[in-house]
């Protein structure tokens, strides 16, 4: 008798239990043990992001845009990911081409990534700095003037004293970008009439 009752308990508990599964709800269902749920796994006509164990994929994956598949390449381009030559020294210039595209990009992350501390102009006077931050020098200083494209990329990558770095927020080719744009706010504050062509000087008189 006792054992009967034992068996039916434990199927009304399979049954409520394998009601927590498949039924139709907009909810996200509830997930006591997830294993198996979620996990790599490839499904047809699918573009592969996992190469397999132990080995390296091979070339140029700058167009690649999630972070997860970038770290699997062979960062072999090393002034591209860097800012470093081969002899360990900063690349004097940017290893990418400099276009209105590139700047836009570099406008764009900076305003968003940078100007919190270093203000929009680069001088310095960010929001968090006016509550407080320890404050940036002016990004147009003449020491900053002088430092290699790659050193700024480092800043960038590796922050410096008490600047935290950006690497895991800014993929490479926007951190390049943001040097493209900082260089452009250094030639801004250092501008004179002359560097405004001709028919638009009078405009900004
Ligand atoms: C949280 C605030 C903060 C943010 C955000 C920030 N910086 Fe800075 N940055 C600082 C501070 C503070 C310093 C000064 C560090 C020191 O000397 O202690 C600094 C210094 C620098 C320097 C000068 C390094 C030197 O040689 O003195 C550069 C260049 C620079 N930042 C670029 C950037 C760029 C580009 C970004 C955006 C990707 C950025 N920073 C984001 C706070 C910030």
């Given at each position: 008798?006792?054992r009967?009752y034992?068996?039916?308990?434990g199927i009304s508990?399979l049954?409520?239990?394998s009601?927590?599964?498949?039924?139709?709800s907009?909810k996200?269902?509830?997930h006591?043990?997830p294993n198996?749920d979620?996990?790599p796994k490839?499904r047809?006509?699918?573009?592969t992001?996992?190469p397999?164990e132990?080995?390296?994929i091979?070339g140029?994956?700058h167009s690649f845009?999630?972070?997860?598949?970038?770290?699997?390449?062979?960062?072999?381009?090393?002034v591209?990911?860097s800012g470093?030559?081969?002899n360990?020294a900063?690349?004097?210039?940017?290893?990418?081409r400099?276009?209105a595209?590139l700047?836009?990009?570099?406008?764009e992350r900076?305003?968003i990534?940078?100007?919190?501390?270093h203000?929009?102009?680069?001088?310095g006077?960010?929001?968090v700095?006016?509550?407080?931050?320890?404050?940036?020098?002016?990004?147009?200083d003449?020491r900053?003037?002088?430092v290699?494209?790659?050193?700024?990329?480092?800043?960038?990558s590796?922050?410096?004293?008490?600047?935290?770095?950006y690497?895991?927020q800014?993929p490479?080719?926007d951190?390049?970008a943001i040097v493209a744009?900082?260089?452009?706010?250094?030639k801004?504050?250092?501008a004179?009439i002359?560097d405004?062509p001709?028919?638009?000087?009078?405009?900004i008189k």
């Amino acid at each position: 008798m006792m054992r009967n009752y034992i068996g039916l308990l434990g199927i009304s508990v399979l049954i409520v239990l394998s009601g927590c599964r498949g039924a139709r709800s907009e909810k996200t269902p509830f997930h006591l043990n997830p294993n198996f749920d979620w996990q790599p796994k490839f499904r047809a006509q699918m573009l592969t992001t996992l190469p397999p164990e132990g080995t390296v994929i091979w070339g140029n994956e700058h167009s690649f845009s999630s972070a997860k598949s970038r770290e699997h390449y062979l960062k072999e381009d090393t002034v591209f990911y860097s800012g470093k030559l081969e002899n360990g020294a900063f690349v004097s210039t940017i290893p990418v081409r400099v276009d209105a595209a590139l700047m836009t990009r570099g406008q764009e992350r900076f305003n968003i990534y940078c100007a919190a501390c270093h203000d929009q102009s680069g001088t310095g006077r960010g929001m968090v700095v006016q509550r407080g931050f320890a404050p940036p020098p002016n990004l147009g200083d003449e020491r900053l003037l002088t430092v290699q494209d790659g050193y700024l990329y480092d800043v960038i990558s590796n922050g410096i004293r008490n600047m935290p770095g950006y690497a895991k927020q800014i993929p490479e080719a926007d951190r390049w970008a943001i040097v493209a744009y900082v260089r452009a706010l250094q030639k801004v504050q250092h501008a004179t009439i002359e560097d405004v062509p001709e028919s638009s000087r009078k405009e900004i008189k």
